[in-house]
């Protein structure tokens, strides 16, 4: 992730659902946590610990990364991790074939709209 | 999903409505109307500058379930 990482939309996201993030991190102390972004919006989050949010995947976000302080190597262990939880199209609008489990030869056991569904 | 309930009642029915309609798969939990899948994604930090020290290339990882 770039200084102004990765900013995107999430296509496959179904348009009127929302996507959840949960924001944690073990930072050490001076560390910045980073900011979450919904650009069209103009809003924006401190990813502090437990920050949580709903968003549409479909607006355009992005995040930058946590920051350590200039001029000093920067610690292993500092991370943040989230959590995002969202609605692609295909499962969510029960189009979508689903994968119950692995079979042999890679193949995957799947589970067509029609199995699933009746409409 | 507490705070769609909460705050956006009217989105908060429609979802859970098509997900009934739809038979969409509750993952992780039969409460769960809203979220198809999870990912998790980890990210290392950087220095003020905006290179990352300890880490060229792609500076974090991703998980999908």
Known sequence: ?119 | MAAMEETTPEIAERLKERAELVNMPRIGSDDNWAYGTFQLNLATAKNKRGESVEFRGSPHHRMSL
């Open chain 1, 1 to 119: 992730m770039g200084f102004f990482g990765s900013a995107h939309v999430d296509e496959d996201d179904d348009p009127g659902a929302y996507s959840h993030m949960i924001a944690h991190s073990d930072l050490p102390e001076g560390y910045e946590p980073g900011f979450f972004f919904i650009l069209e919006l103009g809003v924006f989050l401190v990813l502090d610990n437990y920050i949580s949010i709903n968003f549409n995947g479909r607006r355009k976000h992005g995040g930058t990364a946590p920051l350590g302080p200039a001029g000093q190597r920067l610690i292993k262990w500092a991370y943040r991790f989230v959590v995002i939880a969202y609605p692609p199209r295909r499962i969510v609008n029960g189009t979508g074939r689903l994968s119950l489990g692995a079979l042999p030869n890679n193949d995957a056991f799947l589970l067509p709209p029609e199995a699933i569904n009746s409409g």
